[in-house]
């Protein structure tokens, strides 16, 4: 598999000079790209006026960013530069070329029958993303979190308004007047006021660096104790306010599920046992359980956490689910860990600014790609003690003229090496016969696992065995690096995971879902359509479109006449329900109901949702100008449509990696395949981050390089956040 976590490990075991001499690798990739779910591609849109100038439109499978908190892939990514020389002839000939930083985020609350908007500024650590210096502990984020609780009491008008509130009634009883006397004398003020009490606790974290993570110490109580009299005046006493004020919702809402997060921390012994000791539990019922009421565990603070990963079982919103172990490390990443900017937007598609540099950064380091080669069937060896073959399917075959040098899947435009979003068909044999049944509606798409396409046409060439090396050294591969992820396992890998019960129980417990991508280009900008904030992105809306982004930026790297192409690219993704079996592979229609369920969500969002967004998008304020949409065949209505990009991500290895409540503890590491030959790679695996994010991915690739050459090398975070059982 050519997804980010081979390439990861791949590049990890090859970068090192003392590494390099000691392997001898191939890549094998269905279809004509790498990438994985992380592939991009351009379309060759034909334009009316010029059918010789396509405008090169950006296709994806989903929003893909990075985060600023992503350390060990900004490290990797930056460094696989040092070996590519580009100069001025690539447009993203340094590492920074090929983001732009966002600092804030819309999100959504529902009030009533109404959707209301909200700018978020996501404070980050100066500097760049990357770097060498350690993370924090969880003891230090649990101050950074007292201290910004603390702050935006303090610093918010509702929290002025009730700093001087009582928390607790004074006991004027006479046992009270003792206990109070007593109190005063062993030097302990008795806190009574709101923003006293924040203090308090602020002072106690701080001051206690060592003793907090001691099990069982005495301050632990002192702090559950602030922390639950705060909470239960807050829900006493201001719950009825912020049913009825928005702002003072917001600010307590975020303080409510903050301090149930300090609670539990505490409470949990989680600064002592890590995160992973309540990842069997999920974290909305995690911080209920720790204090925090049922409406603040549904606030924006939380859904945003949920939507950000994808965290809904079967793809659907009654089933929200997420450990809350993970969960606090997207939290404390994004809010607390973010380096440079919060959030990193790629320049162009996913494929040309990350994956380009990674292919022509390996191809110099000596590693050959076969694209075109599926893998049918993994097989164990006699003794059942690793990976004896592994049976392969060619699905086209090269012309002779490309034999030689290999398929060439890029192509220059606008200085950057581009991934076309079909294959080159001139340069397969069967490239004619492919593109005819494309255009006549068959899926005969080489990536998909509901192809109707059999392989090349040459039968005898069609599938071919790969052989585990013999003592006498006869065979194809010493070892096998597995970075296919985990949904598809089953149907590649049975035999083996027969043969390893440990392997089967990770592939039932780890979860993944169907996510969908919608891609809009508009004849307005985004400001004329009535967007007002200085943010670019929104989330935790209407479901399953939960998320928005302005990707306007990237005109730059299409293809448009000013006069007539878009002002405005608008990206919207989510997961997508399940709302029946998974079918099987003989099923070749199933990507297009998909798209066309897809399809049809889409245009509900645009006739009843985009208002909440584009306010200024409507006709008379009541329904949705298809006018604003960009055709260039000139439909009408909703038939414009027809002209934007869509679809649902629904092939095993396309699925989103999930981490519901349990599943961390059934994930194996890159070394526990059960087999001396094989190792794991892929967000799937027990990585020490365990989401589905570029970050959990590279330092899988980074764990299973290690496995494999035996020496050490370092994951930022492996002292604290990541730190793996």
């Not at 943010?535 to 293809?559: K, R």
Request: proline residues 4%; hydrophobic residues 40%; negative net charge.
């Amino acid at each position: 598999g050519g997804g980010i976590g081979s390439l990861s490990a791949v590049y990890e075991l090859l970068k090192a000079d003392d590494f390099r001499g000691n392997y001898d690798v191939t890549v094998y990739q269905m279809g004509w790209r790498i990438g994985g779910k992380g592939a991009s591609g351009r379309e060759h849109m034909p334009n009316p006026a010029d059918p010789s100038d396509p405008n090169q439109r950006i296709l994806e499978h989903g929003l893909h960013a990075w985060f600023g908190w992503y350390t060990n892939a900004f490290n990797q990514y930056k460094d696989c530069y040092t070996h590519l020389g580009w100069g001025n002839e690539h447009r993203f000939n340094t590492w920074d070329k090929a983001f732009t930083p966002e600092d804030n985020v819309v999100v959504m609350e529902n009030i009533g029958e109404k959707w209301q908007a909200f700018e978020v500024h996501v404070p980050a650590i100066p500097g760049e993303p990357g770097g060498d210096e350690e993370l924090l502990t969880i003891h230090q984020y649990l101050e950074l979190l007292v201290k910004k609780i603390h702050d935006h009491f303090h610093g918010s008008e509702a929290g002025k308004k009730y700093a001087t509130y009582p928390v607790t009634k004074p006991d004027n009883s006479f046992f009270g007047k003792i206990k109070h006397w007593i109190m005063k004398m062993l030097g302990k003020v008795v806190i009574a006021e709101a923003g006293a009490m924040l203090k308090e606790l602020l002072r106690l974290v701080e001051g206690n660096p060592n003793n907090i993570r001691k099990s069982h110490h005495p301050v632990h109580g002192e702090i559950i104790n602030l922390i639950d009299q705060f909470l239960h005046w807050l829900h006493d006493e201001i719950g009825k306010e912020m049913s009825k004020n928005f702002e003072t919702k917001k600010i307590f809402t975020m303080i409510d599920v903050g301090l149930a997060i300090c609670r539990g921390l505490v409470h949990d012994h989680v600064l002592d046992k890590g995160l992973n000791c309540i990842n069997d539990i999920d974290f909305k019922q995690w911080v209920i359980k720790h204090g925090a009421s049922v409406d603040s565990a549904e606030s924006v603070w939380v859904r945003t956490v949920y939507d950000c990963c994808f965290a809904y079982r079967k793809g659907m919103k009654q089933y929200a689910d997420i450990e809350a172990g993970v969960a606090l490390r997207i939290c404390f990443g994004i809010a607390l860990g973010s380096k440079g900017h919060w959030l990193w937007k790629m320049n162009a598609g996913m494929g040309d600014t990350i994956f380009s540099p990674y292919y022509f950064a390996l191809k110099k380091l000596g590693v050959k790609f076969e694209f075109f080669n599926k893998v049918k069937e993994l097989h164990l060896s006699d003794d059942k003690e690793s990976v004896g073959k592994i049976v392969m399917e060619r699905q086209a075959e090269l012309k002779p003229e490309y034999a030689a040098s290999g398929y060439q899947p890029t192509f220059m435009f606008n200085k950057v090496d581009c991934w076309p979003s079909d294959p080159f068909y001139d340069q397969l044999v069967e490239g004619v016969e492919l593109k005819k049944l494309a255009a006549e509606g068959k899926n005969v798409n080489l990536e998909s696992f509901y192809s109707e396409w059999p392989g090349c046409r040459d039968e005898s060439k069609r599938y071919y065995t790969l052989n585990a090396r013999t003592a006498g050294g006869e065979g194809d591969f010493d070892m096998v690096i597995l970075g296919i992820p985990v949904a598809a396992h089953v149907h590649i890998a049975s035999e083996l995971m027969r043969n390893n019960p440990q392997w089967m129980n990770m592939a039932e417990h780890v979860q993944t879902n169907q996510t969908f991508a919608t891609q809009l280009w508009m004849k307005k900008s985004a400001s004329e359509l009535g967007w007002k904030f200085n943010a670019s992105s929104l989330t935790a809306f209407w479901e399953p479109i939960d998320t928005y982004c302005d990707m306007t930026h990237l005109l730059e790297a299409e293809n448009w006449a000013p006069a007539t192409g878009p002002k405005n690219i608008a990206y919207l993704v989510g997961p997508y329900p399940e709302t029946q079996i998974i079918p099987p592979a003989s099923q070749h229609n199933f990507p297009f109901t998909m798209n066309d369920s897809i399809k049809q969500e889409s245009l509900l969002y645009l006739k009843d949702y985009i208002k909440w967004i584009y306010p200024d998008s409507m006709l008379n304020g009541k329904e949705f100008n298809w006018e604003e949409l960009l055709d260039l065949l000139q439909k009408k209505g909703e038939l414009r449509f027809d002209s934007q990009y869509w679809r649902v991500n629904v092939d095993p290895w396309e699925r989103y990696t999930l981490s519901v409540a349990g599943s961390s503890a059934h994930r194996l590491r890159a070394d526990q395949s059960g087999y001396k030959n094989l190792y794991f790679t892929g967000d799937w695996i027990d990585n020490g981050v365990n989401v589905g994010c570029i970050e959990a991915t590279i330092i899988s690739g980074m764990r299973c390089a290690a496995a494999i050459s035996g020496k050490q090398i370092k994951v930022i975070g492996d002292n604290s956040l990541y730190q793996l059982d």
